[in-house]
C-alpha cells in the first residue's frame, strides 16, 4: 500500500482523558531519511517505494498525520531505580495508532505535557543503537518492539555542554506501549478500580485476547506475563543481554524488550557488569536482571491486587525465579550442543562452571560459543583457548565438557545442527554502533544500513563483516554508557 492508503486505529480514548494528551509533533529541522526497514514495512503492508519519498520523512517528522491516526502521548508512572516517581509519560513518545497490531510509536518528536525538564528530542546516537538493537534482538528470537524506519535532521540537541547534537526520530512499533508504570498510574487514579479494569481488559484485549471470556481472567493474565517475563530473561542472560534501566516504567505487559538506553551485549563475560554509567549501586547489573524482572512484577502485582485477588498473584510470583532458570538452563544448554532431556538434573554445574571459566579466562562471551559450534573436533580446542586472556580455567572446564559429550553419544554432526541454530555467527556490540554512529555523524548511513541488516540476519554469512565475528577489541570491551540520550 502507498503511505496515503494506510488507515489506523485509535483504541485509548475510551480511557479518561487524564490519561493521555492528544497532540502534534513539533518537526525537526531539515529532516532526512537515514534508513527504513523493509522487515518492518512488510509487517505494516507499507509499499518500499514509499520510503524513497519525500513523504515518508514527513510522516516520521510528524509532518504528516495519516488516515484515521489521532497522535497522543500516554501518562504512566514508573519506579525508577527503585523509587515511586507518580508521574512520568511519553515525555518524547508521541503514538499514531495501530495497524495489523502494530502500535506506531515516533520517539523524539517533540515536547508532551509528560516531558518534564526534557527537551522531548532524541539524539542521533541513541537513535541509530535503539533503531539496530531492537532488529537485532528480534533476529535472535527475543521477544521486542521494531523499528520502521529513522530520520536524522540539523536541529541542534544539547545533551552535554561541549557539543552540539542533532535530532532524530526512530518509527518504532509494538504489539503494545502498556507498561508496568501504566498500572502503577492507574492504580492511584481517584477512581483506581474501575480504570483499572478497563486498562487490564484493553491488555488482554491487545495481548492476551483468548483469556477475554475466560473466569479470573486478571489473574492469568498477570501468570501469562510471568512466564512471558521468566523467558525473556532467560534469553537475555543467555546471550549476555544487559537493558541497562530496568524501571517499571521501561517494562511491557505484553513480556517484550521495549526503551533501548544505554544496553549492551556483553563483550567479554562478567556476572556483575553494569552497563548503565549512572548505575552506581548495581542495582541493574548484568546479573541481577532477573530478580529486578520478579521485583518489577511484584509492583505489577501490587497495582493489579486492587482488582484481583493478590494472593494468588504472589504465589505465582513465586514460581518466578524457578521458570527463569528452567528457561535459561535450556537454552544454555542448547547453546552448549547437549540435549535438554538428556540430564535429568540439567546441565547446570556444567554451565556454572563455564561461565566462571569464561569469566576468569575474559573470554568474549558469544564468540566463544560461535567458536564452539565451529570446532571441528574437541580434540583440539586450542582456536578457542587462543581467544582468551588467560587459558587454564576454560581448559579445565573443557575436560568436563568432553565427557558430557561422550555421555550423550551424539555425532559431531547432530551437535553441530544443534547449535548452528542458537549460536549467532554476529552480536551486534556497542563497539559496532559506535562505528556506524560516527559514520552517520559524517553523513554516511551505509554502515547503518549494513549493520542492520546483519542484525536482522545474525545466523548468516556476512563476508565483508567478518571482523565483527572476532572478540571485542579490549579497550571497547564492557564499556559503561551514559544515560543522556
Ligand atoms: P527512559 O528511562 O529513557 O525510558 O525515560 C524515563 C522518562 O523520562 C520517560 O517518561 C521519558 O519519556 C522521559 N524522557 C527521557 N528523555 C526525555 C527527553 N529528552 N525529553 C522529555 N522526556 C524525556
Ligand atoms: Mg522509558
Given at each position: 500500500m502507498k503511505l496515503n492508503e494506510l488507515e489506523l486505529n485509535i483504541d485509548y480514548f475510551e480511557f479518561k482523558e487524564k490519561f493521555y494528551q492528544q497532540l502534534k509533533a513539533t518537526p525537526l529541522n531539515h529532516p532526512h531519511l537515514i534508513s527504513y526497514n523493509k522487515q518492518a514495512f512488510d509487517l505494516i503492508g507499507l509499499d518500499y517505494e514509499e520510503a524513497q519519498k519525500e513523504e515518508f520523512v514527513q510522516f516520521i517528522n510528524g509532518e504528516i498525520v495519516l488516515k484515521g491516526s489521532v497522535p497522543y502521548a500516554m501518562a504512566y508512572a514508573g519506579h525508577q531505580f527503585g523509587y515511586f516517581v507518580p508521574q512520568l509519560g511519553d515525555g518524547r513518545a508521541i503514538n499514531l495508532g495501530e495497524i495489523n497490531g502494530w502500535h506506531l510509536q515516533t520517539k523524539g518528536s517533540g515536547l508532551t505535557r509528560y516531558s518534564r525538564q526534557g527537551d522531548g528530542r532524541a539524539v542521533l546516537r541513541s537513535s541509530i543503537r535503539e533503531y539496530i538493537m531492537s532488529e537485532a534482538m528480534f533476529g535472535l528470537g527475543i521477544a521486542t518492539t521494531r523499528a520502521l524506519g529513522l530520520i536524522g535532521s540539523s536541529h541542534g540537541v544539547y545533551r552535554s555542554y561541549e557539543e552540539v547534537e542533532t535530532g532524530a526520530v526512530v518509527m518504532r512499533m509494538s504489539p503494545s506501549w502498556i507498561r508496568i508504570g501504566t498500572f502503577e498510574f492507574f492504580a492511584r487514579s481517584s477512581d483506581a478500580k474501575e480504570n483499572l479494569t478497563q486498562l487490564a481488559d484493553y491488555v488482554i484485549e491487545q495481548s492476551?485476547?483468548?483469556?477475554?471470556?475466560?473466569?479470573?481472567k486478571y489473574e492469568k493474565m498477570f501468570f501469562e506475563l510471568c512466564d512471558k517475563t521468566a523467558l525473556l530473561m532467560a534469553q537475555w542472560q543467555a546471550y549476555g543481554f544487559m537493558h541497562g534501566v530496568m524501571n517499571t516504567d521501561n517494562m511491557s505487559v505484553a513480556g517484550v524488550t521495549i526503551?533501548?538506553?544505554?544496553f549492551a551485549f556483553m563483550d567479554?563475560?562478567?556476572?556483575?557488569?553494569?552497563?548503565?554509567?549512572?548505575d552506581v549501586e548495581g542495582r541493574y547489573s548484568f546479573s541481577n536482571q532477573p530478580y529486578v524482572a520478579r521485583w518489577n512484577l511484584e509492583v505489577l502485582a501490587n497495582s493489579l491486587g486492587k482488582i484481583c485477588r493478590f494472593g494468588n498473584l504472589t504465589d505465582y510470583l513465586n514460581t518466578f525465579m524457578f521458570q527463569y532458570k528452567k528457561a535459561f538452563w535450556d537454552i544454555m544448554t542448547q547453546r552448549l550442543g547437549l540435549q535438554v532431556e538428556h540430564s535429568p538434573n540439567s546441565y547446570s554445574p556444567l554451565i556454572k562452571q563455564l561461565l566462571g571459566a569464561l569469566e576468569a579466562s575474559k573470554m568474549d562471551y558469544n564468540v566463544f560459543f560461535y567458536e564452539l559450534t565451529q570446532l571441528k573436533s574437541l580434540d583440539d580446542i586450542s582456536p578457542i583457548l587462543n581467544l582468551a586472556v588467560y587459558r587454564d580455567i576454560l581448559q579445565e572446564w573443557f575436560e568436563e565438557y568432553k565427557k558430557a559429550i561422550e555421555d550423550e553419544k551424539r555425532s559431531d554432526e547432530e551437535r553441530h545442527e544443534v547449535m548452528k541454530r542458537v549460536n549467532p555467527k554476529y552480536i551486534i556490540k556497542n563497539y559496532m554502533l559506535q562505528e556506524a554512529i560516527e559514520h552517520a555523524t559524517q553523513g554516511d548511513f551505509t554502515l547503518v544500513n549494513d549493520l542492520l541488516h546483519i542484525a536482522q540476519h545474525?545466523?548468516?554469512?556476512?563476508k565483508s563483516f567478518e571482523?565483527?565475528?572476532?572478540?571485542?577489541?579490549l579497550q571497547f570491551a564492557n564499556l559503561k554508557l551514559s544515560c543522556s540520550s
Open positions: 492476551y485476547p483468548h483469556l477475554k471470556n475466560e473466569k479470573d526503551d533501548y538506553g544505554p567479554y563475560f562478567q556476572a556483575d557488569c553494569i552497563c548503565n554509567h549512572t545474525p545466523f548468516d554469512e556476512h571482523k565483527y565475528t572476532k572478540p571485542t577489541p
